[in-house]
């Protein structure tokens, strides 16, 4: 068995080195072959030179920048995926990770023994926690409403949980699934692809599984507040989660004959979240 990890970078040198040091120091109490494949998006920041300085058997791939998760994701996986072919062991993994988690030292391990109790083409989702107050932070994601984007984040338990998509932090997606699936979606702009990966495989018969417990930490990426003109820019920008062109294409696979009613409803949505944000922040000021 051999784990062929992929990320994606972008002028995060520090947190991308970290994110390597623990996956290595996981690996190896785990004892378990693997091979890292890095997609550096167009850093100015010296991130791969430094990574390949304290991991040299690193594969880098390079962007001018535009690629953004999605694209750089992909093009990762592609570069595997074209190596193996067809002649890959059959208990081999293409593990996603995000360069902003550090790994438990035992994640590797525990994930891995819970690989062994269930379907060889499931996908396994390994959940992270914050930092300092321990709070699940990514995880398995479930449907909470009627929108079809209406996720909810799935609280890891004791036990394994079969649940709709997930967020790409830590996925292990087994190579003979990520054959079938043809890969991650390039045609997003950074979010959604995770989602949309999910849901195909769901659709191809292969489940998608939370594994138990928590392994990693990983911040929330909490952007601060900005006016309507510039958080109505970066809602519907490359990296907004209501990007244009990518929100189209998830909701056209979702629900291919009411996706224009929901196309329009997720960006009334926004305005009107926006606006009662905004009403009961001046009331508060008044209270003042």
Wanted: some cysteine.
């Amino acid at each position: 068995m051999t784990l062929h990890f992929i990320l994606a970078c972008h002028n995060r040198r520090k947190s991308t080195l970290s994110c390597l040091r623990s996956l290595a120091i996981s690996c190896r109490a785990a004892k378990v072959s693997y091979d890292v494949t890095l997609f550096d998006d167009g850093s100015s920041d010296g991130t791969s030179a430094s990574v390949l300085s304290e991991f040299p058997n690193t594969t880098v791939c390079y962007g001018n920048g535009s690629n953004f998760w999605a694209k750089s994701m992909a093009g990762a996986e592609s570069n595997v995926l074209s190596k193996l072919k067809e002649d890959f062991d059959s208990d081999d993994f293409i593990v996603w990770i995000n360069d902003d988690i550090t790994l438990d030292e035992d994640s590797i391990g525990r994930i891995l023994s819970v690989s062994n109790e269930f379907n060889s083409r499931s996908i396994l989702v390994g959940a992270m926690r914050d930092p300092d107050s321990g709070v699940t932070t990514y995880s398995g994601l479930n449907r909470r409403g009627l929108h079809p984007l209406s996720f909810r984040i799935q609280e890891p338990s004791s036990v394994v949980q079969e649940v709709e998509a997930f967020n790409g932090n830590l996925v292990m997606v087994p190579v003979s699934s990520a054959k079938i699936l043809q890969g991650i979606d390039d045609g997003y702009s950074h979010a959604l692809a995770d989602i949309d990966y999910g849901l195909r495989a769901t659709a191809h018969g292969i489940k998608n599984l939370l594994a138990p417990g928590t392994y990693g930490v990983c911040s929330r990426n909490i952007s601060p507040p900005l006016g309507i003109r510039e958080e109505w820019r970066r809602f519907i920008g490359p990296k907004g989660a209501g990007n244009v062109s990518s929100m189209k294409k998830i909701l056209e696979l979702i629900s291919p004959k009411s996706w224009p009613f929901y196309f329009l409803l997720s960006y009334s949505t926004w305005i009107a979240r926006y606006s009662l944000r905004t009403v009961i922040f001046a009331v508060k000021n008044l209270k003042k």
